[in-house]
């Protein structure tokens, strides 16, 4: 992956009900399906990015991922 221009970042990941379980400012971190350093389980999660790129440009994306074990 190509990240240069990417000046700021957030990516979050939540549980049906609202939960925060992930988050990294990182843009080279992802979530590896475990919450408190066990697995998650078999569900589907939303996730929502932001990102800011050095030209000035911002985009927030968000959607869902179904976490298959």
Do not use: C, H, M
Request: glycine share 10%; net charge negative.
């Amino acid at each position: 992956p190509v990240y240069s221009g990417v000046e700021e970042y957030q990516l979050e990941i939540y549980n049906r009900w609202g939960e925060l379980l992930f988050a990294t400012d990182d843009v080279r971190v992802g979530w590896d399906g475990y919450y408190r350093g066990n697995p998650a389980k078999q569900d589907v999660y939303v996730w929502k990015a932001y990102a800011r790129f050095s030209d000035g440009r911002e985009t927030t994306l968000k959607g869902d991922v179904t976490l298959l074990r």
